[in-house]
């Protein structure tokens, strides 16, 4: 019997960076800490925070009706706008903005500003890639899922390109992308925006689901990379399992396995990792 466990799995640097702002802040008690969104698409940490008196804000309207404070910008990052009009309000902004994703919003205005088009492969609906696109600077913007949406791009063939990519993307379906992008002819150029945590989780994950009978994901459920690994996992190992907490599990599923994987988001506290661990181990 035989439990494999990602050393990948759990905080990455960004998220561990923001949570640890956002606590330290709270611990003050001076004045009133706000977040802009959830610091993480973690629902236990988020709820702790709120215990400890930190309140999540969802538009910058909020902002002109409550005392003024600290505001932590989520490693999401957001727009340019949102961020100045936070200043405007008063508020002492913390960036939490993980920086690769900063990374990328210092690039997109760069190129865009030079007249390229920039296209992103990312979820259009999540709060990183609406970040990106506010920044970008005058220019036409795409966003890109899936190789059916690149080939109707309607990009005119004389424009000039900038291809991106949300931090937490498929690494494999970023390169496929590109190369359907790139046969189309543009001037283009493609900014491999991927993190590296990122890269390394999934093929860790990609590893362990292929020599496992089981395999447990843990992440939350609006957790765009740990949505990520459950697809990466679930191809290589059909008994895959997508937890929150270790009371999602019925660990009694497993009893019967050898070899059992666990990986987790990059928003996934250790100690959640740890309780999952202990319950597997019970079983096997």
């Known amino acids: 019997m035989n439990l494999m466990i990602a050393k990948s799995a759990g905080f990455c640097f960004g998220v561990k960076r ?3 702002m956002v606590y330290e802040e709270a611990g003050k008690n001076e004045v009133p800490v706000y977040t802009y969104g959830p610091i993480i698409h973690n629902e236990e940490v988020v709820a702790d925070l709120m215990e400890k008196g930190v309140k999540v804000i969802s538009d910058t309207e909020e902002l002109k009706t409550l005392p003024r404070g600290k505001i932590v910008i989520r490693s999401h990052g957001i727009s340019r706008k949102e961020y100045d009009e936070m200043e405007a309000c008063g508020y002492d902004v913390l960036d939490a903005t993980c920086p690769f994703v900063l990374k990328i919003h210092k690039l997109v205005a760069e190129y865009s500003a030079q007249g390229y088009t920039v296209v992103i492969a990312g979820d259009a609906r999540h709060p990183e890639v609406r970040g990106i696109l506010g920044w970008v600077d005058g220019q036409k913007a795409y966003t890109v899922m899936t190789p059916e949406e690149m080939e109707q791009l309607p990009i005119p063939k004389d424009e000039k390109v900038c291809m991106v990519a949300q931090t937490t993307f498929n690494y494999n379906k970023f390169q496929e992308l590109v190369e359907i992008i790139k046969k189309k002819g543009y ?3 493609v900014l491999d925006t991927i993190c590296n945590a990122t890269e390394e989780r999934q093929k860790e994950t990609r590893f362990i689901a292929g ?13 765009s990379n740990t949505q990520k690994l459950y697809e990466i996992s679930k191809k290589e190992c059909a008994n895959t399992y997508y937890i929150q907490t270790s009371k999602d599990m019925d660990y009694r599923q497993i009893k019967s396995i050898n070899n059992v994987g666990i990986t987790a988001g990059a ?18």
């Open 211 to 223: 020599q496992s009978e089981a395999m447990i994901v843990i992440g939350d459920r609006h957790s």
């Open 187 to 189: 001037d283009i150029i």
């Open 18 to 20: 923001a949570v640890n």
């Open 267 to 284: 928003s996934t506290p250790n100690y959640i990792i740890e309780e999952v661990s202990k319950n597997v181990r019970n079983e096997l």
